[in-house]
T-cell receptor
Framework: GEDVEQSLFLSVREGDSSVINCTYTDSSSTYLYWYKQEPGAGLQLLTYIFSNMDMKQDQRLTVLLNKKDKHLSLRIADTQTGDSAIYFCAEIFTSGTYKYIFGTGTRLKVLA | DGGITQSPKYLFRKEGQNVTLSCEQN?????MYWYRQDPGQGLRLIYYSQIVNDFQKGDIAEGYSVSREKKESFPLTVTSAQKNPTAFYLC?????????????FGQGTRLTVV
């Protein structure tokens, strides 16, 4: 099946780094994404990585991709209380149509 | 301003009734998606559409129906056949010309069956 899995909860102290992990199933995925959801709202794109990259850095965000293990991670440096949200990884299935599949989401709680 | 709009934000339905959730976008996006969000289960794909007058079932299409008569609009009907419809529903759209294009989301509709 087409499963994108994440751990459900993560709690960190303000100023620490957060690492959110994701495993995906489609080895042919060309792009993998990280989205952020504030309470009661829609999702917003944080960053994405192309499958021929191992790492992408964007300010406080670092994305690591291990294609062999089908593992994606998002590291947030110097985590702030405003980073508290649900984080989703997503992949595109490109067999015929662009079917956009999201993970289960990780709820990040930042403790002051 | 371009964007994607869902309405209403909150919706209450009696058991046995059909209800339609609205999703409109003025981004000129080709692809539109409906997701259902439940606690601990993330986003699950209900239906998606890449072009007008065409749509495909997602992973949990049973008890739902959609139409795509216009590029801008992709309404979702929750029918009485859906056994557990209380959830947060999210609509999204993408310019479907390439896999790296970002999905834009509406603010969601929270449906409660009473």
């Amino acid at each position: 099946g087409e499963d994108v899995e994440q751990s459900l909860f993560l709690s960190v102290r303000e100023g620490d780094s957060s690492v959110i992990n994701c495993t995906y199933t489609d080895s042919s995925s060309t792009y993998l994404y990280w989205y952020k959801q504030e309470p009661g709202a829609g999702l917003q794109l944080l960053t994405y990585i192309f499958s021929n990259m191992d790492m992408k850095q964007d300010q406080r965000l670092t994305v690591l991709l291990n294609k062999k293990d089908k593992h994606l991670s998002l590291r947030i440096a110097d985590t702030q209380t405003g980073d508290s949200a649900i984080y989703f990884c997503a992949e595109i299935f490109t067999s015929g149509t662009y079917k956009y599949i999201f993970g289960t989401g990780t709820r990040l709680k930042v403790l002051a | 301003d371009g964007g994607i709009t869902q309405s209403p934000k909150y919706l209450f339905r009696k058991e046995g009734q059909n209800v339609t959730l609205s999703c409109e976008q003025n981004l000129n996006h080709d692809a539109m998606y409906w997701y259902r969000q439940d606690p601990g289960q993330g986003l699950r794909l209900i239906y998606y559409s890449q072009i007008v007058n065409d749509f495909q079932k997602g992973d949990i299409a049973e008890g739902y129906s959609v139409s795509r008569e216009k590029k801008e609009s992709f309404p979702l009907t929750v029918t009485s056949a859906q056994k557990n419809p209380t959830a947060f529903y999210l609509c999204a759209s993408r310019k479907d010309e390439a896999p790296y294009t970002e999905a834009f989301f509406g603010q969601g509709t929270r449906l409660t069956v009473v």
